[in-house]
């Protein structure tokens, strides 16, 4: 195997290597990969199809791995290259793939997914084409927003990839246009009440982060993500602003002192109007407030829970006994029960969890859902049917073991989190689970301009007599 050699040559006493490159797939952060004599290396900005000479930025101690950038392209750019949509691409570190364009975006993540899977062997799942989302771009119900002090004032935008440095996201196509447009008027009541930017190399300041959702009703929710140190009646000035502009139907403030990274905390104080935006879920009234989970996608989210629900209930009698594993504020166990399935929702956040009763109380389904805030390894025996959807990690070891110890008869499984999924499937197959003949692998896109790609299917434990 060839050895990588660094091309960074300060004496300038040699001429650096430069490799030639063909890109041959794309990593998650949207780099092109390509393997020269054995090694690997990831070239932002290269294309699958695409070659370049390059040179070595840093190299990967534990392998054959490298880093490294264009020096010289070396072919026409693959006619799969676009003009991304956002002023910020490729700096703000949001949508690595947006200079892709979005059908050969669906291939290379089907590809991320069959490769995930081919892990499992002969047991590896079909993998169908993924559902495209409805809207490539416009589609996120939230834009999350860094704060920081710019050359010409408040700045809200996102990290540069690999740093700290704040790209200015004003103008982000990937966020509905109304979230652009309430994020521009909190920027400029933030700068006129005189809020000051948290610096976080210092710990000092006051305006942290600001998170903008929006529902599906013409509404926006406003999120001031602020220290402790803040300055009350500056606070109260540009929230007051902001909740004048029409869309905004309530400004929370949310107290984070905390030095973790962490943008979300439950200290939150409702400044104006309502602290959580409604949401139709099933027919039943959803409340998302400031820090809930609630997928961004929403159109596509419900094509994918349509389907989990589908897969979940296809044969089964009404009053079927299902179980909601990582159920959030009840994006599947409200569609179950809708569906006449008799639903225990388990969810870690006790908020959401009483969330889910109140919705489930005015969608009139009380009686079919029992939402419980505990762990996922409580997952209850005596289910015909358990929806997993956990975060991208997958099951934790707990999680998975009491899921193979209630043994339902069949399992349908929603992931965000394809090399997760493998691993969990080899653990449900050597328990008995397979995918049922005629399944495949079913990809869902809900997140355009990314490498995400959500996948659901169904397992079933064939019956022992
Ligand atoms: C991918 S989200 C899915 C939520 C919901 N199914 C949806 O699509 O809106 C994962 C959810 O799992 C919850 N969660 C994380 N760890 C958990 C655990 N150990 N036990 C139960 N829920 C957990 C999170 O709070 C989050 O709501």
């Not at 809207?135 to 935008?157: C, E, I, S, T, W």
Request: with cysteine; proline share 7%.
């Amino acid at each position: 195997m060839a050895q990588l050699t660094m091309s960074r040559n300060p004496s300038g006493a040699s001429a650096p290597p430069q490799p030639e490159v063909v890109a041959a797939g794309l990593d998650d952060a949207g780099a092109g990969v390509g393997v020269v004599d054995g090694a690997e290396y990831h070239v932002p900005d290269l294309l699958p199809g695409e070659r370049a000479r390059v040179a070595i930025e840093h190299k990967s101690p534990h392998g054959q791995r490298a880093w490294a950038r264009i020096v010289r392209r070396t072919s026409p750019p693959s006619p799969d290259r676009v003009e991304p949509a956002c002023p910020a691409a490729g700096r703000c570190g949001g949508c690595a793939w947006q200079h892709l364009a979005y059908p050969a975006q669906l291939v290379a993540k089907r590809a991320r997914v069959v490769a995930a899977l081919a892990t499992l062997g002969d047991a590896a799942p079909a993998v169908a084409a993924p559902v495209p989302s409805p809207r490539p771009l416009g589609y996120r119900n939230k834009g999350k927003y860094v704060v920081a002090d710019g050359r010409h004032g408040l700045v809200l935008g996102a990290y540069a990839p690999r740093s700290h440095k704040v790209v200015d996201s004003i103008g982000c196509r990937v966020v509905t246009s109304r979230i652009d447009d309430v994020a521009i008027r909190v920027r400029r009541a933030a700068a006129a009440a005189g809020l000051r930017a948290y610096d976080e190399r210092h710990r000092d300041g006051e305006l942290r982060y600001v998170i903008v959702r929006s529902d599906d009703r013409g509404g926006a929710l406003v999120v001031l993500v602020v220290t402790s140190a803040t300055r009350a009646e500056v606070l109260a000035a540009a929230a007051a602003a902001v909740a004048a502009y029409p869309p905004v139907r309530g400004v929370v403030a949310m107290r984070n002192d905390r030095t973790d990274g962490a943008i979300v905390t439950d200290d939150v104080t409702v400044l104006h109007g309502v602290g959580a935006l409604i949401e139709d879920v099933a027919g039943c009234p959803v409340e998302v407030g400031a820090g809930e989970f609630l997928q961004i996608n929403r159109d596509q989210a419900a094509a994918l829970h349509g389907r989990a629900v589908d897969l979940a209930l296809d044969g089964l009698a009404e009053g079927a006994v299902a179980v909601d594993l990582y159920a959030g504020l009840g994006a599947i166990a409200l569609g179950l029960a809708r569906r006449g399935a008799r639903v225990t929702a388990i969810e870690l956040d006790p908020g959401a969890v009483a969330a889910l009763r109140r919705a489930a109380a005015a969608g009139g389904l009380a009686d079919r859902v029992t939402a419980i805030a505990g762990d996922a390894a409580g997952v209850p025996a005596g289910a015909d049917v358990v929806v997993v959807d956990p975060p991208r990690k997958g099951l934790a070891a707990p999680a998975l073991a009491a899921l193979i110890a209630a043994a339902p008869p069949r399992i349908v499984y929603v992931s965000c989190g394809p090399d997760a999924l493998a691993r969990d499937l080899a653990a449900l197959h050597a328990a008995g689970y397979r995918i049922a003949d005629g399944d495949v692998a079913e990809p869902y896109d809900l997140m355009p301009g990314t490498a995400q790609i959500e996948v659901v299917l169904r397992l079933t434990r064939p019956t022992t007599s």
